[in-house]
């Protein structure tokens, strides 16, 4: 099946600081890339859905200020939490769909975990 | 809009066991259902997809249907191991491209 990455893994940072997470799918073109979050023993919710070389359209209640996401070509897209908050602290996963094999089916990024000190 | 619900939202069952979980999801408008499986602090692992015009598909031990007009789906386990243990998340993708979930199945598998 496809593969999606997402790196980093593991990211600590400070309170104030930017984090930037990365998603990639390695073998094919991802027309649109979802962003999630999950809080411990909850579901994922959606946060934004970016297709490649326009705007992300983002759930009701996400701050898209905050939550920057870029998706500049057809394998990366970038979420950046900036001026970051303990409270931004979650598992954000990344998804990716494509077009021709991969059809509709959405290939999930390992997810990467950040804590905010 | 869109909501996911799962029963129950933890279970736990002695190895051997075959066990059933369910989703169950308010708009009958989806282009497919699909099952995934999570492990703890971990990204998510498809297991499988329904296409809205399936009733179901099947991949070793397990089978998944789905009946959209009632807007319910099941996932069926056969002979449960311990390696099985995972939170068990299913998805529908709406036909205006949207993807929701549902709260999940904690599933404990007892040796």
């Known amino acids: 099946g496809a593969v999606v990455s997402q790196h980093p893994s593991r990211v600590i940072c400070k309170s104030g600081t930017s984090v930037k997470i990365e998603c990639r799918s390695l073998d094919f ?3 649109t890339m979802f962003w999630y979050r999950q809080f411990p023993k909850k579901s994922l919710m959606l946060m934004a859905t970016s297709n490649e070389g326009s705007k992300a ?7 898209k200020d905050k939550f920057l996401i870029n998706h500049a070509s057809l ?5 950046t939490v900036t001026s970051a908050h303990p409270e931004d602290s ?8 494509g077009q021709g094999r991969v059809g509709y089916e959405q290939y999930f990024g390992p997810g ?4 905010v000190t | 809009k869109q909501e996911v619900t799962q029963i129950p939202a933890a279970l736990s069952v002695p190895e051997g066991e075959n066990l059933v ?3 169950s999801f308010t708009d009958s408008a989806i282009y497919n259902l699909q099952w995934f499986r999570q492990d703890p602090g971990k990204g998510l692992t498809s297991l499988l997809l329904i296409q809205s015009s399936q009733r179901e598909q099947t991949s070793g031990r397990l ?3 789905l009946d959209k007009s009632s807007g319910r789906s099941t996932l069926y386990i056969a002979a449960s191991q311990p390696g099985d243990s995972a939170t068990y998340l299913c998805a529908v993708l709406n036909t205006g491209n949207q993807f929701y979930f549902g709260t999940g199945t904690s599933l404990t598998v007892i040796p």
């Open chain 1, 29 to 31: 073109q991802a027309t």
């Open chain 1, 112 to 115: 990467t975990r950040l804590t």
């Open chain 1, 90 to 97: 979650s598992f954000y996963i990344c998804s990716a769909r």
């Open chain 2, 63 to 65: 089978n998944a249907s």
């Open chain 1, 57 to 63: 359209t983002y759930e009701q209640g996400v701050e």
């Open chain 2, 21 to 23: 979980l369910n989703c």
């Open chain 1, 75 to 79: 394998t990366l897209s970038t979420l």
